[in-house]
């Protein structure tokens, strides 16, 4: 593995941070970028020293190198500066430079209407310079920022349309038919299918992947335009998937194999290609290494799938080579046992040898992949002390909060309710490490934000839970516990399993449709609840989130929340849904039976 090496050269770019300019860390991300390469420390240093060079950068050669590097690293203050200073440089921007800019702005979620217009103006005078990515790129470019300028879309699909036409490389015509289908018409090109059907037999998965994306949208949107592309669409969708199957049947080497896989993704995998590319794996499970069982890790908790035979030889592979992976692949190793709620044979030493190989850099791992890591091994109610404390510490805390800054919007809102949930696990399963409960404020924003919705099966089990229980004054609905676990119903019944009812219950509203809205109880209530011998009962819907797609097994988000909610004192009934929706089930009055053992059996 290379990451060593990298790691000291890393080390050297550190301490040499104040000699590098802007070219220096572009080349350098660059490199990083291409080996997958990631470090908080080098990313903040980056951040700090190209702030420095800001006013430095006059010429448009400069500046877009500077942008395209601390744009996306920037918070808002900084953010601001440059687009200013883009704005006043924009038609010195040669054709390579724009679309550097215009990808850094969509990168960065730029939402400077002025710049968007101006950026989108110099780039229609640059049109005739592009090749057939560049075009592409552009496309996916102004879509991403919202750019209102539909002339320009339109000459842009007809550049992308005469670009597949000529084109004879498979991933380029993947790519232009990607970008294509997103532009709105309701017509297709009639050559278009022609010249994704001349390539399908070259494609790898990634390709066939962003085919079936376009495809699909297509037919669904064009059918009630063209009846005959339609079918067209449809045919050349049935080739695609016997090209993809194919191409996993012939598959013999897993390394090439996950390299064509890590992009693929949705619904055509999930639909087509998912059941045969177990078998793959499962063919080609000898070929499990240390060198790829982290990425293979990775990709079965992207498919949501439990696969017992696969994950069994990954820890084994894993045990026999823990000293050969590198320290931060231990999170994604770990990852699909927890994600997925599986022990698999000798798990305690499974644990135990990634925690171990860990525990030495844990002041080296980048902030955010040890707060994941945190939280993935409470999934499985694992907590290594020495972790808990390195995470919950002021110092790490305050670099944690640095990094946020230079991630992208989607990650750091995920990292943050990551830290929070955590948080509570820690305070709930492992009191005694004393942690701080410190994330009342973030739950009280996140409540805030916005209206919890219903669906029509809670809306269901409401109604007859209130028939069952003697009326709605005997069972709260979307009830926050403490530690803020929202729940979607909740009862209290006496020592005699008789219910309570509630002395001021909350009024809830439902729409006539039941979709809401749904007016959460946001309250902690202390009513002396329950009485002495009583119980309170949490009633919980499991939807098909809470379970591997491929089976009825819970996965450990579920189970989590489970054990949680049990610690702070409640009995809790999960409904899983493919029992509520179950033949045995197909009448009111096997609803009310089935809750009623649920709740009343002893």
């Given at each position: 593995s290379y990451r060593p090496l990298l790691e000291k050269c890393n080390a050297i770019f550190l301490q040499s941070i104040k000699g590098l300019d802007a070219d220096n860390i572009s080349i350098i991300l660059g490199v990083y970028q291409s080996l997958h390469f990631n470090n908080c420390d080098f990313r903040l240093a980056v951040k700090w020293r190209l702030t420095e060079l800001i006013n430095t950068q006059t010429d448009p050669t400069g500046f877009v190198r500077l942008f395209a590097v601390l744009g996306p690293l920037s918070g808002t203050v900084v953010r601001k500066r440059l687009e200013s200073a883009a704005l006043l440089m924009v038609e010195e921007f040669s054709p390579s430079q724009t679309l550097a800019i215009i990808e850094t702005?969509?990168?960065?979620?730029?939402?400077?209407p002025q710049l968007i217009q101006q950026v989108a103006s110099t780039l229609s005078k640059h049109l005739d310079m592009y090749k057939p990515l560049d075009a592409a790129k552009t496309t996916q470019a102004l879509?991403?920022?919202?750019?209102?300028?539909?002339?320009?879309?339109?000459e842009l699909r007809q550049m992308l349309i005469r670009y597949l036409h000529v084109s004879v490389v498979p991933y380029e015509i993947s790519m232009l038919t990607r970008v294509l289908s997103q532009l709105p018409s309701p017509r297709t090109d009639h050559l278009i299918p022609a010249r994704i059907d001349d390539v399908l037999p070259q494609?790898?998965?990634?390709?066939?992947?962003?085919?079936?994306?376009?495809?699909?949208?297509?037919?669904?949107?064009?059918?009630?335009?063209?009846?005959?592309?339609?079918?067209?669409?449809?045919?050349?969708?049935?080739?695609?998937n016997m090209c993809g199957l194919e191409r996993l049947q012939k598959a013999n080497d897993l390394d090439l194999l996950l390299e064509e896989l890590k992009y693929v993704g949705g619904e055509w995998f999930e639909e087509v290609l998912a059941e045969e590319t177990m078998a793959s794996f499962e063919r080609l499970k000898g070929q499990i290494t240390w060198s790829n069982v982290a990425e293979l890790a990775l990709f079965l908790t992207k498919t949501n799938c439990l696969h017992i035979g696969l994950l069994d030889q990954i820890a084994s592979v894993t045990l026999?080579?823990?000293?050969?992976?590198?320290?931060?692949?231990t999170y994604a190793i770990l990852l699909p046992f927890n994600v997925?709620?599986?022990?698999?044979?000798?798990?305690?030493?499974?644990?135990?040898?990634?925690?171990?190989?860990?525990?030495?850099?844990f002041n080296t791992f980048d902030p955010h992949l040890l707060v994941l890591f945190g939280y993935s091994l409470a999934l499985a109610s694992y907590f290594p002390e020495d972790l808990i404390k390195t995470i919950f510490s002021v110092n790490f805390l305050a670099k944690l909060d640095s990094q946020l800054d230079t991630l992208s919007d989607v990650l750091n809102m995920r990292i943050r309710l990551r830290l929070m949930e955590l948080n509570r696990a820690v305070c709930l399963e492992c009191p005694e490490f004393q942690t701080t409960w410190f994330h009342d404020r973030y739950c009280q924003q996140l409540l805030n934000k916005g209206n919890v919705s219903i669906g029509p099966v809670q809306q269901q089990i409401h109604e007859i839970l209130g028939q069952l229980l003697g009326g709605s004054n005997y069972v709260k609905a979307a009830v926050f516990t403490p530690y803020y676990y929202f729940t979607d119903f909740e009862c209290v019944l006496d020592k005699h399993r008789k219910p309570i009812p509630y002395v001021a219950q909350n009024t809830v509203f439902l729409s006539k449709n039941g979709s809401g809205p749904w007016r959460p109880d946001k309250e902690f209530h202390e009513e002396k609840y329950p009485p002495l011998g009583g119980e309170r009962v949490v009633i919980e819907f499991l939807n098909a989130k809470a379970f591997c797609k491929n089976s009825h097994h819970i996965k450990g988000e579920a189970a989590m929340k489970k054990r949680h909610l049990e610690i702070l004192g409640y009995r809790v009934i999960q409904i899983p849904h493919f029992e509520w929706n179950s033949m045995e089930l197909s009448t009111k009055d096997a609803w009310i039976e089935y809750l009623k053992q649920k709740i009343f059996a002893e």
């Open positions: 702005m969509a990168e960065m979620e730029c939402r400077n879509l991403t920022l919202h750019c209102q300028k539909p002339e320009l879309y339109a494609c790898n998965l990634s390709d066939l992947n962003a085919f079936a994306i376009a495809i699909t949208k297509w037919v669904r949107n064009g059918s009630s335009y063209q009846p005959s592309t339609a079918a067209v669409h449809v045919k050349l969708l049935q080739k695609l026999q080579h823990i000293n050969k992976i590198h320290f931060s692949a997925f709620n599986y022990d698999p044979p000798q798990a305690e030493d499974l644990f135990e040898s990634c925690v171990q190989r860990s525990r030495p850099h």
